[in-house]
């Protein structure tokens, strides 16, 4: 069974009975273990359409749980449950509950170090003590206002200003979390959570190949969130200086949140902004600050040293790129594509207006960006697909449009992957306008392929 | 990725029942199961098929049953019907399956599970008709309906199911404005097959319940009933068990009584 990857979760969804021998045949230690390598620093199997499980049926899937939170310290668990599934898991599990258990998808969400729309109210009641005091520690430090009932009548007398509260926590236990260098997109700035003590591994959890792509995409700002960092050592000091002198070639800027030197010595701290790191108490001291997200370069115009130029390796595979894309559009909204022209050149966009855009960056064997230019009305009928409705939420078409774009790279790396030719993909960015998107490629040269979709104007640019 | 003249020539291609189903079934319809049988035979695929299915284990016959006058006899006129129109269903299943991992022998497999298994349900519910009884023998048309439309476009539904749960039969009903159940409909009636069974099979998808209070019960038993069936390890392996959504709120009031009757614990 395939996992559906959203927000750092990769969650599996069973449906029916789930017996000794079905969940056998449902889950596999390897599917888990091709969800982990997407990306996810979760793995949840949902119980929302599972009408009947027995012990046995969930004994299956928690000693695969087990193993992966030996191999790889990610979070593992169940969610979409009512009171009764609950109950019934607690009681199975008394006394060896290592996972965890969240009542929906959206409380999960909460404590996953991936998920971008913090700074939520959430009503939290658990009628065991350490509990209660633990999902508060990790919604604080996740960015979220926890408010805590103490008891259950104190609870139920909360709930009921249901407005007062974006989520309400209850049925939720939290199993061990996970220790991965976790990265989320916040606006234009990468988020990298870290935490517990910083040493030689760091080189091993951090995937170094992404962030240096994520800088070839075009992003500037990397933020290592460290609230939860007890200390470091000399190895990671190291690291940390490796990266942001060769992060400077792109003008990126490397910045530590609410990392305390109480068990570091404070003269790493020095040799860090020596290297051009900088410390900031609080994560809002940066998203909140539009000037100096600017000035770090989350909104700024790339600024790259070296330009890297198509090479014939990846020129050879724009079939790949444009059958990818082509069809997957097609296949989402339904319609033909017309290929009007193609040129290598800088990036020329003729009518600017209505437009949003999305770019990936890819790595492996051969490495490059792909971008994609659509008309909003392309991008809105390619999210009814995956909706269900006509939407106008810009917000909510450009999350839409990174899950499409997604889709083609995945697609993209399935043909390449035919040819023996190996990648992995970056998050999708995207730009709501094209202005945005300008700013990282105008100076880039590239192959630019116009399409047309029933007459919608499409571009496709692929460069390095 | 699939237009809805893509379905409409789906369903032009499907061939009408041919004429010894047509006049078993109509000898069957006035329980003259002698004569059944005697046309039956004419139809060497059908009397094979026939054989092949009474003789599975899930049937309980202690001794090998090959002639068909014989078999018609043991399953009685509405069983027959049943078994017709299980075979009707075999004309429209693939050769080789590439979306689902079934084979011939898992197919019929199926059929059979339901077949006997629906009738454990009706005679718990004390329902004794040979319409009813055969409407379950159009469910597995979901499956091959699915098999045909998504069989080339396996890469592009898994890519689409990465990112969103979403069932096949919302992916069509979203590209193409019918679903899988429509287009089951649609196959019934070329097939002549009777009006309940079309609304029973419609309200089987969990998604379309009937107005109608006795067809919307049968509704969700039968929901409940196919994802029972498709929760055994050899259709999860064949990946049957998410090709529709679990509708469990659906099926919430008859659980318990379905529970006591498979005995499930």
Same mark, same amino acid.
């Given at each position: ?30 599917? /888990? ?7 996810? @620093? ?53 006394? @060896? ?21 913090? !700074? ?21 430090? !996740?960015?979220?206002?926890? /408010? ?12 009921? =200003? ?85 992060? =400077? ?72 790129? /444009? ?94 992957? @035919? ?46 | ?59 309980? $016959? ?89 069989? &080339?476009?396996?890469? &592009? ?24 159940? &429509? ?28 107005? &109608? ?29 998410? $090709? ?22």
């Amino acid at each position: 069974m395939r996992a559906i990857i959203k927000n750092g979760i990769g969650t599996f969804y069973p449906q029916g009975f789930l017996d000794g021998s079905s969940s056998a045949a449902i889950l596999t230690l390897e599917d /888990i273990q091709a969800t982990i390598h997407n990306n996810s @620093d979760m793995i949840l199997v949902s119980l929302k359409k599972v009408i009947f499980f027995n012990r046995n049926g969930l004994d299956v899937f928690v000693k695969m749980f087990q193993k992966v939170r030996a191999a790889n310290q990610t979070a593992v668990g169940f969610c979409d449950y009512d009171t009764k599934k609950y109950d019934a898991i607690s009681r199975f599990y008394k006394d @060896d509950l290592m996972f965890s258990l969240f009542k929906s998808q959206d409380i999960a969400m909460l404590f996953s170090s991936s998920f971008k729309n913090q !700074n939520k109210n959430v009503l939290l009641f658990s009628d065991d003590k350490s509990q209660r005091a633990a999902m508060a520690i990790e919604l604080h430090d !996740n960015g979220h206002n926890p /408010i805590i009932a103490q008891t259950q009548e104190e609870f139920e007398e909360k709930v009921t =200003a249901k407005n007062a509260y974006d989520i309400i926590i209850s049925d939720t236990f939290l199993g061990q979390m996970g220790q991965k260098v976790a990265t989320r997109v916040t606006g234009n700035a990468i988020i990298y959570t870290v935490s517990s003590f910083l040493d030689a591994e760091i080189s091993a959890t951090f995937n170094i190949s992404y962030h240096n792509n994520s800088l070839n995409v075009g992003f500037r700002l990397f933020i290592f969130d460290a609230y939860k960092v007890i200390s470091m050592n000399v190895h990671a000091l190291n690291f940390f200086s490796k990266l942001s002198s060769s992060g =400077a070639e792109y003008n990126a800027t490397i910045c530590f949140i609410g990392m305390s030197f109480e068990k570091t010595p404070l003269v790493f701290k020095e040799t860090l902004e020596d290297a051009g790191i900088m410390f900031f108490n609080q994560m809002d001291d940066i998203l909140q600050n539009k000037e100096l997200l600017e000035e770090l370069g989350a909104s700024s115009p790339a600024n790259v040293k070296e330009k890297r130029t198509l090479n014939k390796v990846i020129v050879s595979e724009l079939p790949n790129f /444009i059958d990818a894309t082509v069809a997957t559009i097609e296949m989402m909204t339904n319609s033909q594509a017309i290929k009007e022209a193609a040129k290598v050149e800088k990036i020329e966009i003729s009518n600017k207006e209505g437009k949003i855009a999305s770019s990936l960056g890819f790595y492996g064997d051969i490495d490059g960006m792909v971008i994609l230019v659509f008309p909003i009305g392309i991008a809105k009928k390619a999210c009814e697909l995956l909706i269900g409705e006509e939407v106008d939420d810009t917000e909510i078409i450009l999350d839409t449009l990174a899950e499409l774009v997604n889709i083609v790279g995945g697609k993209v790396k399935t043909l390449l992957s @035919d040819q023996h030719i190996s990648v992995d993909i970056t998050l999708p960015r995207t730009y709501p306008n094209v202005d945005s998107l300008l700013e990282i490629v105008q100076n880039k040269k590239g192959v630019q392929v116009d399409l047309s979709f029933n007459n919608d104007k499409f571009l496709f640019f692929l460069t390095r | 990725m699939i237009t809805k003249n893509n379905i409409d020539s789906f369903i032009e291609k499907i061939p009408p029942a041919p004429t010894v189903i047509k006049e078993t079934l109509l000898y069957l319809n006035i329980g003259d199961l002698v004569k059944a049988a005697k046309v039956a035979q004419e139809d060497k695929a059908l009397t094979l098929y026939m054989k092949t299915l009474v003789n599975k284990p899930i049937y309980g $016959f202690r001794h090998e049953v090959n002639d068909i006058s014989q078999i018609f006899g043991i399953l009685g006129v509405s069983k027959s019907q049943q078994a017709v129109y299980n075979y009707l269903m075999t004309l429209l299943s693939p050769s080789k399956w590439k979306l689902f991992k079934l084979n011939k022998v898992l197919f019929y497999n199926l059929q059979a599970d339901l077949s006997v298994n629906w009738q454990k349900i009706l005679n718990h519910l004390h329902i004794e008709d040979k319409e009813i009884e055969s409407a379950i023998s159009l469910l597995p048309a979901s499956i091959i309906v699915s098999e045909a439309l998504f069989c &080339d476009k396996i890469h &592009d539904v898994e890519l689409i199911r990465s990112t969103h749960p979403i069932d096949l039969n919302t992916i069509i009903k979203r590209l193409a404005g019918l679903d899988i159940f &429509d287009i089951c409909q649609r196959i019934s009636e070329k097939w002549e097959m009777g009006e309940r069974i079309i609304q029973i099979i419609q309200a089987s998808s969990g998604v379309k319940p009937s107005q &109608d209070e006795f067809i919307n019960t049968l509704g969700k038993w039968m929901h409940l009933f196919l994802f029972y069936t498709l929760s055994q390890p050899k259709y999860i392996e064949a990946e049957l068990n998410d $090709f529709i959504d679990f509708q469990i709120d659906y099926v919430g009031d008859i659980y318990n009584d379905f529970s006591k009757l498979m005995e499930i614990s």
